[in-house]
């Protein structure tokens, strides 16, 4: 029977110390088996280097693939039954000149030694076994006090804070990762230490992969107002910042970063894909350069277009693939549509070109946001979603115009440019023709029918003859 990854790193961890080594779980395994969550993966350390893991585990007929020169970077991975277990010699690490990568790794003599060179105390745990839990410390090596701190849901530095900071800057955004992720408050030295933490060595690639993980976690508004309480933000997405003493206008009770952080949180139970929390959070990036009070009543006119653009910007820097940047781009330039607004609805061609804009596999996203927008506003009583969506949503009426008018682009016509052709249009004018038969059928001046579109071009065969002579 296949083993689990758990019982497949148990079984390592047995398999080592019965050939007369050391081996121990360590890491984020320990942290997540302590908070009673399933790790991600497993790591474990020992006190033999890659080639006698390499030995043993081939006299168990159990393959063990190098990572580039093992012996130099002292890490190999035993394959069980699929999974991929790193097995990692204890190692001391030198100076850090780049502030973000070792010099260079060298072996280790103990666990404790091994222990001393990690970030933070929940990280600098090593476990005999995995079977451990808040309940018990039983088996655990824990020179820095871990254990309690994950008690207490702290994180702290193993050490002094400045030296694990100077060490690798990018520790800075993993310690708001870890906070936004599991829920933990930052303990006040390591608290204090990172408002003094420069990015500047670190790759926006970096910077960008933590952002994203702070976005997807569990508790995102928790991460975004620490890295703007730890001078953070200012390096990453400084424009969000200009709206943290702007007025959110007449009709909210808040200031515009305190809604873009409801906004966020808002949705957070709804979904968990980062670009669209990103979009929640980022929505509102352009009231900044759009304000104009007016006697005392303020607008933001424009400031989904100055948004779009900024996002784009911010996106860029931080190396954002144009796919993400495009999604978010056209939810952030497309947020001031909504299915009822006022007094009055979108009508179908409205709707279908709100479509056409966002693309039809992201329509309830822009459901998701317009709702969040909508909870973020605290001059607003709260309303449950599914209500949400039946009352004030594009999504219904989406659902009845793709149900009766499936035409969204040139190419859903039941008529062709041969169609065109056999009815004498030539060049150009075959697109200008379809298009309009597209223009019409949003318009429900035609139906998406053959032989009605057929005869609606011969009718304006004379019309579109003279445009073309006209254009040329």
């Known amino acids: ?197 420069s990015l500047d060595q670190i790759s926006k690639e970096r910077i960008q992969m933590e952002l994203v993980k702070i976005l997807g976690s569990k508790f995102p508004y928790h991460g975004m107002v620490l890295l703007k309480d730890l001078n953070l933000l200012k390096q990453i997405a400084p424009e969000l910042l200009d709206g943290v003493d702007l007025d959110g206008g007449n009709n909210h009770k808040e200031t515009v970063w305190e809604h873009d952080l409801l906004t966020l949180n808002a949705s957070v139970p709804l979904t968990q894909d980062w670009r669209l929390r990103l979009a929640c959070l980022l929505h509102d990036v352009g009231k900044p350069t759009c304000k104009l009070d007016t006697v005392g009543t303020i607008h933001f006119y424009g400031h989904e277009l100055v948004g779009a653009d900024i996002a784009k910007s911010i996106m860029k820097r931080l190396k954002f693939s144009n796919s993400d940047i495009d999604y978010v781009y056209s939810m952030i330039l497309n947020h001031m549509h909504t299915y009822k607004q006022t007094k009055s609805e979108l009508s179908k061609r409205a709707v279908k070109n709100l479509v056409r804009s966002i693309g039809q596999e992201n329509v309830m996203d822009m459901v998701i946001l317009n709702y969040c927008d909508r909870e973020g506003n605290r001059a607003r009583e709260t309303m449950a979603f599914r209500l949400y969506v039946d009352r004030f949503s594009i999504w219904n009426r989406w659902e009845e115009i793709r149900k009766q008018d499936a035409a969204m682009k040139v190419t859903d016509l039941k008529v062709n440019g041969h169609d065109m052709m056999k009815l004498g249009y030539s060049g150009k004018l075959v697109g200008h023709v379809l298009k309009e038969m597209l223009n019409l059928i949003d318009q429900d001046l035609l139906k998406n029918n053959h032989q009605e579109l057929i005869d609606h071009a011969i009718k304006q065969k004379s019309y579109w003859d003279e445009f073309g002579k006209v254009k040329s």
Do not use: W
């Not at 090593?126 to 090596?141: G, Q």
């Not at 900071?165 to 408050?185: H, I, N, P, T, W």
């Open 1 to 197: 029977m296949k083993l689990s990854q758990k019982e497949t790193a148990q079984k390592i961890l047995d398999t080592i110390r019965k050939n007369g080594g050391e081996a121990y779980l360590v890491g984020g395994c320990v942290r997540d088996l302590i908070l009673e969550r399933e790790p991600n993966d497993y790591d474990i350390t020992t006190n033999l280097l890659p080639k006698d893991i390499k030995k043993i585990f081939h006299k168990e007929k159990i393959p063990v693939i190098s990572i580039g020169d093992s012996e130099k970077h002292l890490t190999v991975i035993v394959v069980i039954d699929g999974y991929q277990i790193e097995v990692t010699t204890y190692r001391k690490e030198t100076d850090y000149s780049d502030g973000r990568h070792p010099d260079s790794v060298i072996p280790a003599k103990t666990i404790e030694e091994d222990l001393s060179r990690r970030d933070f105390t929940m990280n600098a745990i090593a476990s005999k076994d995995t079977f451990i839990s808040l309940l018990s410390k039983d088996s655990l090596i824990d020179p820095y006090g871990g254990f309690e701190d994950i008690n207490r849901r702290y994180i702290s530095c193993v050490g002094i804070p400045k030296d694990r900071f100077d060490e690798d800057k990018l520790r800075a955004m993993r310690a708001v990762r870890f906070a936004s992720q599991l829920g933990f408050k930052l303990g006040s030295s390591t608290y204090e230490e990172i408002k003094s933490v």
